[in-house]
């Protein structure tokens, strides 16, 4: 069992940074696979950013690359989720998953088995 909580969440104007933290219970942390995700009002649950386990592989969605960088520290049970250059259609509930394997690359809702509940990123124009 994984518990999960996100932080760092907030309003900022288009242009700038947050960075999001997940924070997870459990002395199994180090095997699991990590990932962002999010959702906006009336979408679907969208992938932003995976890790492996052991922090060797990446995946970032597309409209994401060069903006989101994702980062783990097993030591502290810890994801983290850096954003640069924020747009207002970054706006969205921010999600941290945990997975025990990736069926396919990490990029699936449903490859995940544990959530958090979300924290607000609001990007203001």
């Known amino acids: 069992q994984v518990q999960l909580v996100e932080s760092g969440g907030g309003l900022v104007q288009a242009g700038g940074s947050l960075s999001l933290s997940c924070a997870a219970s459990g002395r199994t942390f180090s095997r699991y696979n990590m990932g962002w995700f999010r959702q906006a009002p009336g979408k679907e649950r969208e992938f932003v950013v995976a890790?492996?386990?052991?922090?060797?592989?990446?995946y970032l969605g597309d409209s994401k690359k060069g903006r989101f960088t994702i980062s783990r520290d097993n030591a502290k049970n810890s994801v983290y989720l850096q954003m640069n250059s924020l747009k207002p259609e970054d706006t969205a509930l921010y999600y941290c998953?945990?997975?025990?394997?990736?069926?396919?690359?990490?990029?699936?809702?449903?490859?995940?088995?544990?959530w958090g509940q979300g924290t607000q990123v609001t990007v203001s124009s």
């Open positions: 998953a945990a997975a025990s394997r990736w069926a396919y690359s990490g990029t699936r809702v449903d490859e995940y088995d544990y």
């Open positions: 890790i492996s386990w052991s922090g060797s592989r990446t």
